[in-house]
């Protein structure tokens, strides 16, 4: 009973963060949505180990960056294919409210490459160091650092376009 009402509280401190977090790395909150559940139901199987780790948030976002990826792979598969089935199918409009609604900002880092989106938004809206990216993705602080001035490069192009449609 315990450990449950301690997950139950877990989940509802993290849901929220890690959902942003994958909203933002893949654009779509529908898709964002799935992964961040689909992490959290791998978190509940894991409990009673991962409640003794000194953070298992740290492991919720691991888990919830590498379904984002999987599931960003999936999607431009699928992008890839559209021309094939444009041809066979007439494109339809999303429903209403389905799509997730962004800002010039929020365009504009969908745009940029993956590995730096996620520095960038593992950094600026998660508020993790360079050093705990570099650890939790397992790469060196020089390639975080690299990936993150890569894309504030990157996304200063982006919002420029996005803003004066140049």
């Not at 960056?65 to 999303?94: E, F």
């Amino acid at each position: 009973m315990k450990q449950a009402r301690d997950f139950a509280e877990f989940y509802a401190a993290n849901y929220g963060k890690v959902n942003a977090l994958v909203a933002a790395v893949l654009g779509d909150r529908d898709e964002a949505d799935d992964v961040t559940q689909e992490t959290f139901a791998r978190a509940l199987a894991r409990w009673p180990r991962l409640s003794s780790y000194e953070l298992p948030e740290a492991w919720v976002r691991q888990v919830a960056l590498r379904l984002a990826i999987d599931s960003g792979r999936r999607l431009r598969r699928t992008l890839r294919t559209l021309p094939l089935l444009r041809a066979a199918v007439r494109a339809t409009q999303p429903e209403p409210g389905t799509a997730l609604t962004f800002t010039p900002l929020g365009r504009a880092l969908t745009r940029i490459p993956l590995r730096e989106r996620e520095a960038i938004v593992l950094h600026y809206v998660a508020d993790l160091s360079v050093e705990q990216i570099a650890h939790e993705r397992g790469i060196g602080v020089s390639t975080v650092k690299a990936r993150l001035a890569a894309g504030r490069r990157r996304l200063e192009r982006e919002l420029e376009l996005e803003v004066h449609g140049a």
